[in-house]
């Protein structure tokens, strides 16, 4: 491994400031960034995704952020394709990559590989239809028990997308091809849970206050459905419900900030069962944290 080339991956969860260290990481050495991030790879999604803005970028390159349209869908195959032809690109430059981002499947996908995946099962499929017509909320809470990553990415209505996940739960079988010719450094940000808690209601607040409910009626006039998957996901959901009128202004903050506070704690639960991270109590722009993690970055480089 000592011949592999070097990278930095920055994870934790949301809020916890993992753009700022990235930015910081890669200033100090020479690094390009590469988003690890579900929501930012799709163009139009700033402010609900929290997308570093272009002004702030420091000049340092950004890799798939606007990368499709949001009419579309990014799977974790599609991100591991662009991902390592990204990291390839990087090598040849001679410059540091620094993997940035809350998006724990596509991380593993893309270090450890994905296996392939089972055909569709007809009978499987039509036993769980008729279990959806009966009890339209039981496929999502048994994708909640048994693969709760890919429930948190489906809409509980989104029946086609949970039988397949159903379909692929504890049934995937082969051999997986993991990321090879890189050695990668994992820095975890593991700030305190009330102070990163303060930090998301602050946050979901300023969304809305600043722009989010403009961004996704941009969105919408623009065509994009309002079933969009990238429309269902946190903030842009709230966002679609106040301009429906489905619910109130204040209404749809305070559940943006409740399922935020979730978000990021099944977020800390999914890294902490990732090999492997070095773990820095605090907040990704803090001084002390960033010193920490540039002497540990340090470190890594000269072996």
Known sequence: MRDAYPTIAVV???????SA???SLAARFGGEIINCDSVQVYAGLDIGSAKTPLGERLGIAHHLLDLIEPDSEVTAGDYVREATAVLEAIRLRGALPVIVGGTGFYLRALLHGLS???????????????????????LHRFLQRHDREAADRIHPNDHQKLMRAIELAGQITGPRQGLSGFRVLKIGLNPERAALYERLNERSRWMFENGL??????????????????????????AVSVLTQAIPLEEAIADCQ????????????WFRSE??????TGFGDQDEVKHEADERVQAFLSG
């Open 12 to 18: 934790g969860p949301t809020g916890a400031g993992k």
């Open 21 to 23: 260290l990235a930015l």
């Open 116 to 138: 392939p995946a089972p055909t569709r099962n007809p009978e499987l499929r039509q036993r769980l239809a008729e279990v959806a017509k009966r009890r339209p909320a039981a």
């Open 213 to 238: 409910l403009e961004e996704t009626e941009s969105l919408l006039k623009r065509g994009v459905p309002a079933t969009a998957k990238p429309l269902s996901t946190l903030g842009y959901r709230q």
């Open 258 to 269: 409740v399922r935020t506070r979730h978000y990021a704690k099944r977020q800390i639960t």
């Open 275 to 280: 090999p492997d991270v070095c773990w820095l």
